[in-house]
């Protein structure tokens, strides 16, 4: 007779906040964050890395949630899309994907703010080509793309202090 798996403790700052949460050996964190944290702005697309609206940053690092282990994340930081916006005050990268257009159903937005974010914390200046370039790994089946490049590169403009 199988034994079922026990849940794991983790302790993990999510979004700036120390959190702990239980979890399966074998469950991914993209599940955690919406099933067990109720942080539904990760969305779940593909299950296998490929079209990146399950996005986070791990440490800094832009992962696809889907491919993490939640037991992975002991001891480090996510943040997701509900981390950031500052309060009642949208990121720049928010705010200009708005005015853009560059949005429309939803599924991959979270994934893109997050890859913009760290795109811009990584290049402040990116160009285009490598815009296009970091946001490759997420799909977008109604923009088209280029108006979510657009906001991300006027959004830079806008965290350099220059005028758009």
Not at 21 to 35: H, I, K, N, T, Y
Not at 61 to 88: F, P
Request: proline share 4%; charged share 20%; with cysteine.
């Amino acid at each position: 007779m199988n034994k079922p798996l026990k849940k794991m403790a983790v302790q993990a700052t999510i979004n700036g906040e120390s959190t702990a949460f239980l979890c399966s050996p074998g469950q991914v964190l993209a599940e955690v964050l919406r099933d067990e944290l109720e942080l539904i702005g990760t969305k779940i697309g593909c299950n296998t890395g490929d079209c990146g609206a399950c996005s986070v940053l791990l440490d800094d690092r832009l992962v696809c949630s889907c491919l993490v282990l939640a037991a992975e994340v002991e001891g480090k930081s996510v943040q997701t899309v509900e981390g950031v916006a500052n309060g009642g005050e949208l990121h720049p990268v928010q705010q200009k994907l708005l005015e853009h257009g560059g949005l429309q159903c939803g599924i991959c937005t979270p994934g893109v703010v997050i890859a913009a974010k760290a795109l811009l914390e990584h290049n402040p200046d990116p160009t285009e080509e490598q815009a296009r370039y970091w946001l490759a790994g997420n799909l977008c089946r109604c923009t088209g793309y280029d108006k979510i490049i657009r906001a991300v590169l006027d959004a830079s403009k806008t965290m350099r202090g220059e005028a758009a």
